[in-house]
């Protein structure tokens, strides 16, 4: 009986009645159950009773009386919804192992596929990224340094080679681990100090921003495929904080001093890098390093065969050295003729 009193009074609040009836169906109900219960509880009744009065009293008066309207009732199913994507946090995806946030901000990944229809396994680059390299580029070109800059950074490099040949030796694949986490700084660097220096003066940058944040990107893949084939061991792994830790301090402040000295000196290290992937080559077809089935992220990055092997790989990345030695000369050639580089369009895509 009491719960039906409190049912229909709860009914009458909801249903928009006036505050009148409300009131005296509540004040009915509360006395009902009053009078049925012993005099020891009565005091705790009739607190609970107040507040639970007082409290739907409020509820009724901040709300309308007015039906709900059809654009009301689209702002409530509307809600649910996103009840629903917030309780679902995350959810499978299907046919995957992988989990996928909620797209409560409406971001999700495209499905992409390659050429024949299968699903595109990589998320640090994507299909429109990859390329065939250009091996028909000459490897012999070399800048004979005539100024004094030149020399400085022809012979800075020399001597960077000597630790490098006395702990690598002929570990060819760890010495170019070593040497992309050390390629991919110039680009990232050069980039930047680009970048800001264009949004700082207002003035475009010749598309040079894009060509070394590019070189930067390509640098990187390469070292993510050495990766794959090496497999660096702890101390190898600290080694490279180490070296990446002293070098991007030395070239950010080379840049900021003299472009044309840091683009430089970027152009004889990569003589330097086609030097040691000849060797490194040399010795495959020599028989003294197992030439294994290439990984597959470099048959998909440089659109590979599907039976290529390490040869073909450190062919494709030699090549890429060879390009941005040529970049990178030239960029330093810009700054000797007494000119900026946005005044010479940038090799975007040279790779």
């Given at each position: ?334 700054h000797y003729q007494g000119k900026k580089l946005q005044e010479a369009a940038a090799p975007i895509g040279y790779r």
């Open positions: 009986m009491n719960q039906l009193l409190v049912t229909s009074v709860m009914r009458r609040l909801v249903s928009g009645g006036t505050c009148n009836r409300c009131i005296s169906s509540l004040s009915a109900a509360v006395v009902f159950r009053e009078v049925h219960k012993p005099s020891s509880e009565l005091a705790v009744m009739m607190s609970s009773q107040r507040l639970r009065f007082f409290g739907q009293w409020w509820r009724m008066m901040c709300s309308t009386s007015e039906p709900p309207s059809k654009n009301s009732t689209t702002s409530s199913a509307v809600r649910k919804e996103d009840e629903k994507l917030s309780g679902d946090s995350v959810e499978k995806m299907e046919g995957e192992d992988e989990v996928a946030l909620s797209s409560y901000w409406g971001i999700s990944r495209p499905k992409i596929t390659k050429e024949d229809g299968s699903v595109w396994p990589w998320n640090c680059f994507m299909p429109w990224e990859t390329y065939q390299a250009d091996l028909s580029i000459d490897l012999s070109k070399h800048h004979v340094p005539k100024t004094f800059l030149d020399k400085v950074a022809y012979w800075t490099v020399k001597l960077l080679r000597i630790p490098t040949d006395l702990f690598f030796k002929k570990k060819y694949g760890c010495r170019a681990m070593m040497l992309e986490t050390v390629a991919g700084v110039p680009g990232m660097v050069g980039g930047m100090l680009l970048h800001l220096r264009s949004l700082r003066k207002f003035e475009q940058s010749g598309g040079w921003i894009k060509a070394l944040l590019e070189e930067a990107e390509n640098e990187r893949m390469h070292l993510m495929t050495m990766v794959e084939l090496v497999q660096p061991k702890w101390y190898e792994r600290l080694l490279v904080i180490a070296v990446q830790g002293v070098f991007f301090n030395f070239y950010f402040v080379l840049y900021l001093l003299s472009p044309k000295l840091a683009h430089r000196v970027v152009g004889y290290l990569e003589e330097e890098a086609i030097h040691s992937y000849t060797l490194y080559l040399n010795d495959i077809d020599r028989g003294e390093i197992e030439n294994v089935p290439a990984p597959a992220i470099a048959i998909d990055y440089w659109r590979l065969p599907k039976d290529a092997t390490l040869k073909d790989v450190i062919t494709v990345i030699r090549a890429d050295e060879a390009h941005h030695r040529d970049v990178n000369h030239f960029a330093s050639d810009v």
